[in-house]
């Protein structure tokens, strides 16, 4: 089964798309990847997902990568006596530690390290944003504020600050479960929730112990600030622009998502882009022009993958969702204009042995008559570099472990292949060959080039590029035993 398109798609699984018919369904409307929500549903409707999704992948013969993205933790304030309250703008009002029920002039926030980094000036944001609350006088357990803007304020509504950093742990109880059940499951990749400091990937690292790979949910001003430091202890990112839109100014976020994303390729990391994509699809078969433009929008600076949330998982047009994002990419990737400001934004420095075999192995496939670039690739990061390039050949990613062909699936344009460990070169571009061949990317009469690293199985020893003929009777010929 082979992509019409290089950018990969996430879509998230729910009550819409829950059982084997629906999400193969998906899988052959073009999902590349699939999101397991950990903030809804119970360990046993992961486990019979997953299931799902390993049996399509048996039945198939094509991996497919599993994201479990934990919930994080919620602020969120209490309870209201009335239920809900409506706050005038001007009017004073209170957070405090106080159990009683709320009214309009105060209510419950059940979070003792929120009073603790509060300082007088700083905001704070209720039910998305759309209630603005300025601190005046704040304390141990109380903040008094002025209310900016007001609007209906009920019972757990969610709770952002946004001007400082918070001294929260981003893995709760509940999270360190999941992330432990999600790795004994076998998901591929875990998605960290709002994250602030470099620290918290690393104490997801610690906690996943080699079992996944751990991707930054970027949703949060701090994280954007230390972005680098983040990038750096991360094996992915995702743009979550939800909470982002709700603590920046939302003309901020599309700079910063375009900032962003550049700086992932730069690292050769995916990059996601997600939240409310086609979100009028989750009552509608046709999405809004502004929302494909979005789509679209993401394909042109680079994402490696964009994100169906409750479209997906929740809506009513779970495959028409997926198989619009794969229209947009086709029709995306098709446009000159797309191949122009892809290859404007390719960096030209180069700092390592294999930065300069996928450069030459690009231009190679780009000045003469290569079909594809088959790359030999035991951790990932060779596939990953010649992804970072931007090729206008397909890439198929020879992946030694199924792990890594599982977790190849969220980088752009990687066609994965698991093949197992090799021993001579020769033996690799004959694999080559033959996956180029099988899987329809080439004939007898055409060339690929091959890279790989020696001594194999072996990571970041990538030191060979071959063009090599797709006959092996010609490889045999050129290369006798």
């Not at 969610?158 to 400082?164: A, F, I, L, S």
């Not at 190679?364 to 035991?378: G, H, N, R």
């Not at 090729?391 to 990613?397: D, F, L, S």
């Amino acid at each position: 089964m082979r992509r019409l398109r290089n950018v990969k798609i996430v879509a998230t699984l729910g009550p819409s798309s829950d059982d084997y018919e629906m999400i193969r369904a998906l899988f052959e409307t073009g999902a590349d990847v699939f999101r397991l929500n950990m903030s809804h549903g119970s360990h046993e409707d992961f486990r019979r997902r997953h299931g799902i999704i390993r049996q399509i992948e048996e039945d198939t013969g094509r991996p497919i990568a599993i994201l479990a993205d934990l919930q994080g933790p919620k602020l969120r304030c209490g309870v209201f006596a009335n239920g809900r309250e409506e706050l005038q703008t001007g009017q004073p009002f209170r957070f405090d530690l106080d159990e009683t029920p709320g009214d309009a002039i105060r209510a419950r926030l059940p979070h003792r390290e929120i009073f603790d980094a509060l300082e007088p000036g700083a905001t704070l944001l209720v039910n998305d944003g759309k209630i603005r609350l300025k601190v005046g006088s704040c304390g141990a357990d109380f903040a008094d504020c002025e209310v900016i803007a007001g609007g209906e304020i009920s019972d757990r509504k969610g709770v952002n600050v946004p001007d400082v950093v918070l001294p929260l742990a981003a893995l709760t109880k509940k999270d360190r479960a999941d992330l432990e059940f999600a790795c004994s499951q076998g998901v591929d990749w875990i998605a960290l929730s709002f994250v602030q400091r470099p620290g918290d990937i690393n104490e997801a690292r610690a906690l996943v112990d080699g079992r996944a790979s751990v991707l930054a949910k970027v949703e949060k001003p701090s994280a954007v600030r230390v972005f680098d430091d983040i990038l750096a202890v991360s094996d992915g990112v995702m743009v979550a622009r939800g909470d982002l839109g709700v603590e920046l100014p939302i003309q901020n976020v599309p700079p910063i998502q375009k900032r962003l994303i550049r700086k992932c390729r730069a690292a050769a990391k995916p990059v996601i882009v997600a939240t409310q994509m086609l979100e009028s699809m989750i009552d509608s078969p046709m999405p809004t022009r502004a929302e494909v433009s979005d789509v679209a929008n993401a394909i042109y600076e680079g994402a490696d993958a964009v994100m169906l949330s409750a479209e997906s998982a929740a809506g009513k047009f779970p495959i028409e969702a997926v198989r619009t994002m794969h229209n947009v990419a086709v029709e995306v990737e098709d446009d000159p204009t797309y191949r122009a400001v892809i290859e404007a934004s390719r960096l030209a420095e180069k700092q390592s042995v294999a930065d300069g075999i996928v450069s030459a192995a690009r231009e190679i496939a780009e000045t003469t008559d290569i079909q594809a670039i088959c790359c030999f690739t035991q951790s990932g990061t060779t596939a990953a570099l010649v992804a970072r390039e931007r090729p206008r050949v397909p890439i198929i990613a020879m992946a030694g472990l199924r792990s890594t062909a599982r977790r190849l699936c969220m980088t752009w344009g990687a066609h994965c292949v698991e093949v197992g460990e090799m021993g001579r070169f020769k033996q690799a571009v004959v694999r080559a060959v033959r996956a180029a061949t099988s899987e329809g990317f080439a004939t007898k009469e055409d060339q690929i080039v091959v890279t790989a690293g020696v001594p194999f199985n072996e990571p970041g020893t990538t030191n060979i590029l071959r063009v090599a003929p797709c006959d092996e009777r010609l490889i045999y010929r050129a290369e006798p035993e």
